[in-house]
């Protein structure tokens, strides 16, 4: 069955620390992988994506995640989190063709200490 | 301009009536989705449409009747609401299907059913 695993339901960082942030997929095919950011009353923005190619795929915000096939793993990375990080964030799955619903972890809030 | 754009942000209804949300997107996509997020912000697909045609229906209820006028437009229709009911709603939009799925969230409608 396809799934998303996000192993931490909490984290807390200092402001100025560096953050990762876990996901492990369960799929069939070739996954495209996703990262999305909710902040408080907020919808989902996406933060970054990989479908194919190169293993380490920046987005917005300095974040950037990487694609290890051998660990079904797409972790989210950042070098030096800001406090407007505070947020959850959302790692999901979805096929590459066809019925493209996305499938969801059940989220990491980050909080972010001063 | 707003991408993906849903109404009402907030609803506040007893058990028993009747409602719709309203979700309209202005990007050209032709795949349009609903998404309930629960309580513990778990987020999971509910409805697909793509070109107007119901693609994906993942065991909702039957009293949840999803609309699409045009691809612009996915509204949804709750007959006689229940507290379980009480959720954010989601409404999402990517190009066509087989491409790369990257989906654009709306801001979501609180919905509450007292």
């Known amino acids: 069955a396809q799934s998303v695993t996000q192993p931490d339901i909490h984290i807390t960082v200092s402001e100025g620390a560096s953050l990762e942030l876990r996901c492990n997929y369960s799929?069939?095919?070739?996954?495209?992988l996703f990262w999305y950011v909710q902040s408080p009353g907020q919808g989902l923005q996406l933060l970054l994506k990989?479908?194919?190619?190169?293993?380490l795929v920046q987005g917005i915000k300095g974040f950037e995640a990487e694609f290890k096939r051998s660990q079904s793993s797409f972790n989210l990375r950042k070098p030096s989190v800001h406090w407007s990080d505070a947020a959850e964030y959302f790692c999901?799955?979805?096929?590459?063709?066809?019925?493209?619903?996305?499938?969801f972890g059940a989220g990491t809030r980050l909080a972010v200490h001063p | 301009d707003t991408a993906v754009s849903q109404t009402p942000k907030y609803l506040v209804t007893q058990m028993g009536n009747d409602k719709s949300i309203k979700c309209e997107q202005n990007?050209?996509?032709?795949?349009m989705y609903w998404y309930k997020q629960d309580s513990k912000k778990f987020l999971k697909i509910m409805f697909s449409?793509?070109?107007?045609?119901?693609?994906i229906n993942e065991t909702v209820p039957n009293r949840f009747s999803p609309k699409s006028p045009d691809k612009a437009h996915l509204n949804l229709h709750i007959n006689s609401l229940e507290l379980g009911d009480s959720a954010v709603y989601f409404c999402?939009?990517?190009?066509?299907?087989?491409?790369?799925?990257?989906?654009?969230f709306g801001p979501g409608t609180r919905l509450t059913v007292l």
């Open positions: 999402a939009s990517s190009p066509r299907t087989g491409t790369n799925n990257e989906q654009f």
């Open positions: 799929y069939g095919a070739t996954p495209y």
């Open positions: 990989y479908f194919s190619g190169d293993t």
């Open positions: 999901a799955v979805s096929g590459p063709g066809g019925y493209n619903k996305l499938i």
């Open positions: 990007l050209g996509h032709d795949t």
């Open positions: 449409y793509n070109n107007k045609e119901l693609i």
